[in-house]
Every structure is written in C-alpha cells, then in structure tokens.
C-alpha cells in the first residue's frame, strides 16, 4: 500500500522552514526521500536504515521513526531551488520493493 | 556522461501501435527499474531485473514485457498501446539488492497515445 505524505502541498517564502511527513501502514526497512522538479527525473535526496536515525544533507534533514513507521523530512531556511515535488519512497524486508509516497509539492518564493 | 539515459525522450502514437523505450546506465549498478508516473504525478514500480533476472513484476498487463539483455540494459516494450498508457515512464537503476541504496533515474520518455 502506498505511504501517505502530508501535506499535499507547502508554499513558503524564502528562507522559510517546513516539514514533510509520510506515514505507512506496513512494517518499514528503510526510507527514501526524493525531489522532483518539473519536468524532470526524481533526484534521490537520502535514505534511512535505522529507527530513530537522522540525516542530514545541507539545509535538508530528515528522521525515521520505525516504530510509528514514519518519516519526516525538514527543510529549513528553504531555498528558491527547493521548490518541487518531494516522494517518500519506503521499502518492506518481504518484498524488497521501493513504493513511492502520494507526493508533496513545495512552492519557494522570493 | 548520462548515468541513466533513456530513449526516446517523447513518444507520441497511435491507438494499437506497438512501441519500445531503451534504457541503459553506466553506474555498474546491479539491479534496474521501470516506473510509471500518471498524470496525478503518483511514481508506481513496474519492473526491477537484478543482474538481468526478473526479480519484480507488479500488476502490470501483459502487454508491457520487459527485456535486459545484460545488466546495463533495461528495454520496455509495449504491444497494443491503448489511451490509457500515456504517462511517463522512468527507468531507474541501484547498487543492488539486499542492502537498500538510493536510485538513480533516467530523465523520462513521455508517451502520449492517441
């Protein structure tokens, strides 16, 4: 089943803050985190093994808690090149496959 | 030098046509994918060959038949195509299986069915 991300859409003004969460009805073995602008391909952002882990990748972070079997991903001090369409993508030990999130789209403005 | 490229970039056909979608990746990685994205942007699995063994095939109709020839390859092939095949289809490729590793995509081949 697919994970489910909130919100559907962000709009910030620059240098604002947001959180991107997903959450999933099944047991998770890691999660991925991907944007997509318009018209291109997803770029993979990051990925978590572990419950309870963070990353972080310049001004983007993000947590995974396993036992709620969901993710949050932080973007702080957003950036105009941060505007796009962002994808959890999570993965079960069983199937070994990567299902991607409903999606959120975040709108930067000057 | 284009780690994931697919080909043709846009598809544009008719109703019944049969169409193919080459990908190749030069990363050395393992294990290929193909996606489809709809028109409401939702990224749903298709296909994933590991070292050009099938090793996924979602509810996909048989009309859609992938093919690797070797473990850089990844080709679709679409027999019949009906209206409701338009979408963009992504190729994507990872390390490998057994420990999770963030995919690389391709840039896309948007189909349109007419």
């Known amino acids: 089943q697919q994970p489910v991300q909130s919100p559907q859409a962000v709009i910030l003004r620059e240098g604002e803050d947001a959180v991107i969460n997903c959450s999933s009805s099944k047991a998770l073995y890691s999660v991925h985190w991907y944007r997509q602008k318009h018209g291109e391909a997803p770029v993979f952002l990051m990925i978590?093994?572990?419950?309870?882990e963070q990353k972080g990748h310049e001004k983007i972070s993000a947590s995974f808690n396993e036992k709620k079997q969901q993710s949050s991903l932080y973007l702080t001090a957003s950036q105009l090149s941060y505007s796009g369409t962002y994808f959890c993508?999570?993965?079960?030990?069983?199937?070994?496959?990567?299902?991607f999130g409903t999606g959120t789209r975040l709108q930067v403005f000057p | 030098d284009t780690a994931v490229s697919q080909t043709p970039k846009y598809l544009v056909t008719q109703m019944g046509n049969d169409k193919s979608i080459k990908c190749e990746q030069n990363?050395?990685?393992?294990?290929m994918y193909w996606y489809k994205q709809d028109s409401k942007k939702f990224l749903k699995i298709m296909f994933s060959?590991?070292?050009?063994?099938?090793?996924i095939n979602e509810t996909v109709p048989n009309r859609f038949s992938p093919k690797s020839p070797d473990k850089a390859h990844l080709n679709l092939h679409i027999n019949s195509l009906e209206l409701g095949d338009s979408a963009v289809y992504f190729c994507?490729?990872?390390?490998?299986?057994?420990?999770?590793?963030?995919?690389?995509f391709g840039s896309g081949t948007r189909l349109t069915v007419v």
């Open positions: 994507a490729s990872s390390l490998g299986t057994g420990r999770p590793h963030g995919y690389t």
């Open positions: 993508g999570t993965e079960d030990l069983r199937t070994d496959k990567l299902i």
């Open positions: 060959y590991n070292n050009k063994e099938l090793i």
């Open positions: 990363l050395g990685h393992d294990t």
């Open positions: 978590l093994l572990k419950g309870g």
